[in-house]
């Protein structure tokens, strides 16, 4: 990769990449995540075989119950599941890339969680809320849950680490996490809670993923666009400063398109931990630290952890279905304890 140069003239660092093996993850991923969305919508408690789910996509049959079943069930549960973990596999990337805390997610970092809050809220206060409104409440929560962990971080002497934004994640998560489920059982409103307590794509319908669709994929797109910008700022402020970066406005931009992608997956299948911890990892092993393949890297990776995470949580119990939360977090906490013993060791 040729070493870029910055508008003042300044010559950035070499970057360690392998950009051949993004592009393998890419096209492979893709072609990978297409049979997986086949089988998503083929498995279940009915199994429909592949050929009659090219039939409901290709040549729809209103009067066939199966074809009625894969459109309007399936489908849209499919379809959720890739968005919303392209969504928080990138938002967690954004934040490690921003922060330098190998440990920032969207879950650890309260995000998630005071998205859940403002659902709460919602549901608590205005019963006639429409989805639209739901989908912004859950942004200003997604706001005040990021505020309040870097404000109560930066109130310890020294200013803001890896370690003290962490704890204060988890201290202020559980706060709003607590209050919401007071909410819920003070108003009586724990069943309509339930689902975006545990996670799950089970009730995604059309009509939600026509509304978050566009929001997701357009900060998709500008995470992207912002990529290389993320990539001088994961070497250090300074670096990215002398190099004729604006960290600040590229720090606000970055806020803005987590916020974004958080708070659309959220309202759309509720506070699912651990995608955004586990994936850029994953993505930074295989391509590199440049976030140019980072980041389309982990939306690809994302979409596959969670509908693969779906496909686990209809079949480990039938009929029933396991909470997809509980599936990946039993992927993430040992990731989790694996990456504490590893900064501890360094």
Request: a positive charge.
């Amino acid at each position: 990769m040729s070493t870029p140069l910055s508008p003042n003239g300044a010559q950035a660092p070499k970057l360690r990449s392998r950009p051949v093996t993004a592009a393998l993850i890419l096209f492979g991923g893709i072609a990978a995540l297409i049979l997986s969305l086949a089988l998503s919508v083929s498995v279940g408690a009915a199994d429909i075989r592949l050929a009659t789910v090219w039939e409901a996509v290709f040549h729809f049959n209103p009067d066939l119950t199966h074809h009625q079943i894969i459109r309007e069930l399936r489908m849209p549960r499919a379809v959720a599941g890739a968005l919303v973990g392209a969504a928080f596999a990138v938002a967690g990337a954004l934040m490690q890339g921003m922060t330098r805390n190998p440990l920032a997610d969207s879950s650890l970092l309260g995000i998630n969680a005071g998205a859940s809050f403002m659902l709460a809220v919602s549901f608590a206060f205005f019963a006639d809320i429409s989805y639209l409104q739901v989908m912004f409440m859950s942004f200003a929560g997604a706001a005040v849950g990021l505020g309040l962990v870097y404000g109560v971080g930066s109130l310890a002497k020294g200013g803001l680490t890896p370690v003290r934004l962490t704890l204060a994640g988890a201290a202020v998560g559980a706060l709003l996490v607590a209050l919401a489920e007071g909410i819920a059982i003070y108003f009586h409103i724990g069943q309509d809670l339930a689902f975006w307590f545990a996670g799950g794509v089970a009730g995604v319908k059309w009509l939600q993923i026509q509304i978050i669709a566009p929001w997701v994929i357009g900060a998709l797109l500008a995470a992207i666009a912002l990529s290389r910008s993320i990539t001088l700022l994961s070497l250090g402020e300074d670096v990215a400063a002398g190099l004729g970066q604006r960290t600040g406005l590229v720090k606000a931009a970055g806020v803005i398109i987590v916020l974004l992608l958080a708070g659309a997956a959220v309202s759309a299948v509720g506070s699912v931990a651990f995608v955004g911890l586990i994936i850029p990892h994953i993505a930074r092993f295989l391509v590199g630290v440049d976030y140019r393949w980072i980041i389309p890297c982990s939306a690809v990776l994302g979409s596959l952890l969670m509908v693969f995470a779906d496909i686990g949580a209809r079949t480990v119990n039938p009929p029933f279905e396991t909470p997809i939360g509980m599936v990946i977090a039993l992927l993430g906490v040992p990731f989790f304890l694996f990456l504490i013993t590893r900064m501890r060791r360094e």
